[in-house]
């Protein structure tokens, strides 16, 4: 079982109240080790966007001893001090979402500084070569099911072989989202993600993690 925690922007300035994690993570510590579930801290948001967020994986990992952190970010805000600090904590991994390798389509679609970002996963890089950095670490994209899948991928592995390259299928978020049209093929097995809790930013337990405003 994973947990997913914490908030779901919905309208600007919507997030949970720090008491609020500090309940749910109460809770969570009480679960039997060998049901200790995988903490992920953030829904549709970018965690490093809340000055929070070290506050509250610091309480996690000192609440939750057993507990793996599972952290995803777009790596715009990916500092040197951000990754020391996310060194400290029992990761199980740290995936960066970035979905696209070359500036123009990534300033188009991701809406960030394409330079910015990979300064970022150059410095990340170089944590992971100087073993400053231990946790295994994830650059992803959400496939199209184009050739530039194929260019990713091999950009991905040419530029960060310390990294693992991970290629995801696209989802609809419950209708709300279009999937890629050649994603619209029939699901063969149960989806892993359904025995998950997912917590949004007003407390809500959503349908699943593709549920993003628990409606």
Known sequence: MHFLSCRLFRT?????????????IEEISSFPEQKMPEIVPNKVNEPLADNRIFDILDLISSKIKKAKIYFVTN???????????????????????????????????MHLIWDKTIRNLDMLKKKVKGKAFAHPV?????????????????????????????????????????????????????????????????????????????N
């Not at 600007?12 to 749910?24: A, D, F, R, T, V």
């Not at 996310?86 to 300033?107: A, I, M, P, R, W």
């Not at 991905?156 to 072989?161: I, L």
């Open 75 to 109: 790596g715009t805000l990916l500092s040197e001090k951000g990754i020391d600090e996310l060194s400290k904590h029992n990761l199980s991994k740290l995936n960066v979402s970035l979905n696209f390798c070359d500036q123009g389509n990534y300033e188009k679609n």
């Open 138 to 214: 994830y650059i992803s994209r959400v496939k199209d099911e184009t050739e530039y899948d194929i260019i990713f991928e091999r950009w991905a592995n040419k530029n960060y072989p310390e990294f693992t390259c991970w290629m995801k299928k696209s989802g609809d978020w419950l209708n709300s989202v279009p999937k890629w049209p050649a994603n619209n093929h029939p699901v063969s097995k149960f989806c892993g993600q359904w025995s998950n809790f997912s917590i949004t930013s007003t407390g809500d337990v959503s349908f699943c993690c593709m549920d993003a405003f628990a």
């Open 12 to 24: 600007k300035g919507q997030y949970n109240e720090y008491k609020s994690h500090k309940k749910i």
